[in-house]
């Protein structure tokens, strides 16, 4: 990347990203108090009792890591991000709504549904073309009634 | 998403510094080392964004230490680790299994402000407590953009910071930072 200053000599192992306007959590403790008011703000609007509700914990989670992992392009990151992983842990519960998603947009949601269900309908040839791998997890959701 | 200046990371030695447009900072972070060596390279690097970006008025300086205080589990109260904590009704039950406490606290001495931000995390395990210690002291000015005066803002700055700091902590505290 260029810099924007001939004066500001960056190390071999420096970073150069540009910053946009949102607010950048530069350090894991900033991180950790941006989060905090995140989840602060959503219990406002979603009251922290409902949490156990299935539908709504896959929606905040999916919101976490839709918002945390937007800038990542490591498969391996995405998957491996905190909320990726509790919905992991929901469990069979989380099958139809990660289905759901997957039908009106494509994500990395395979690795989650490889690891509940522990089965993999995708063809070999198709493996690593997003689309064709959507279809076959949806058609293998429709065929066991997870949606319809 | 408009991109408003750049990051420039070092992860080896741990700090970043941003120059954008609406802004400089400086970045270090755990383990903090000191003043000294902290003040004297966000001074370099302001000179070479002050000569590039050449801002013409100052509008607010900051300090922010967010420090993470590991607390030893079991504790009897928080108040042998920490001062600036929530206060709960004596009748009502006295535990936390989290919180989260914002304080603005101005200091019209010195026209700056500071904001605090106090947060309990999940306990690692059963061992440690992370208490979360975010102190953000701040100034509205109105210096020139080559202004030398901000130094001394930025010294007055950190004397506020570190009295909040240092009269909310414990001395049982302070032996977890050493």
């Given at each position: 990347m260029t810099s924007i200053n001939p004066h500001i000599q960056t190390a071999p192992n420096d970073v150069a990203l540009w910053l946009g306007e949102e607010t950048v959590a530069v350090g894991e403790e900033s991180a950790a108090v941006s989060r905090?008011?995140?989840?602060?703000?959503?219990?406002?609007?979603?009251?922290v009792s409902r949490d156990a509700i299935p539908y709504i914990r896959f929606h905040q989670l999916k919101e976490r890591w839709e918002a945390e992992t937007d800038f990542l392009s490591s498969v391996s990151d995405i998957v491996m991000h905190p909320a990726y992983q509790q919905i992991?842990?929901?469990?069979?519960?989380?099958?139809?709504?990660?289905?759901?998603?997957?039908?009106?947009?494509?994500?990395?949601?395979?690795?989650?549904?490889?690891?509940?269900?522990?089965e993999d309908p995708v063809k070999p040839e198709h493996?690593?073309?997003?689309?064709?791998?959507?279809?076959?997890?949806?058609?293998?959701?429709?065929?066991?009634?997870?949606?319809? | 998403?408009?991109?408003?200046?750049?990051?420039?990371?070092?992860?080896?030695?741990?700090?970043?510094?941003?120059?954008?447009?609406?802004?400089?900072?400086?970045?270090?972070?755990?383990?903090?080392?000191?003043?000294?060596?902290f003040s004297a390279e966000a001074q370099e690097l302001w000179q070479s964004y002050v000569e590039t970006a050449k801002p013409e008025r100052l509008k607010r300086l900051a300090l922010r230490y967010i420090n993470r205080i590991e607390i030893p589990l079991p504790i009897r109260d928080f108040k042998d680790y920490l001062l600036t904590i929530p206060e709960i009704a004596p009748r009502l039950p006295q535990a936390l299994s989290n919180f989260i406490m914002r304080l603005v606290v101005p200091n019209?001495?010195?026209?700056?402000?500071?904001?605090?931000n106090v947060i309990m995390e999940q306990p690692l395990?059963?061992?440690?407590?992370?208490?979360?210690?975010?102190?953000?002291?701040?100034?509205?000015t109105n210096h020139a953009g080559t202004s030398e005066e901000i130094w001394?803002?930025?010294?007055?700055?950190?004397i506020f910071k570190n009295e909040i700091f240092f009269n909310s902590i414990t001395d049982k505290s302070k032996e977890l930072f050493q």
């Open positions: 905090a008011f995140e989840i602060f703000l959503n219990e406002y609007f979603i009251p992991i842990g929901m469990g069979p519960a989380a099958i139809p709504f990660i289905l759901r998603e997957m039908s009106i947009k494509q994500a990395q949601w395979f690795w989650a549904l490889k690891s509940i269900t522990n493996r690593g073309i997003v689309a064709e791998m959507s279809r076959a997890w949806l058609q293998w959701g429709k065929d066991r009634g997870y949606i319809d | 998403m408009q991109p408003v200046g750049y990051l420039y990371r070092a992860p080896m030695e741990k700090r970043a510094v941003q120059a954008r447009i609406d802004g400089y900072a400086f970045n270090k972070f755990s383990p903090y080392e000191n003043w000294g060596a019209p001495e010195m026209e700056a402000t500071a904001v605090i395990g059963r061992q440690l407590l992370p208490i979360i210690f975010d102190i953000d002291v701040f100034k509205i001394y803002d930025f010294d007055q700055l950190r």
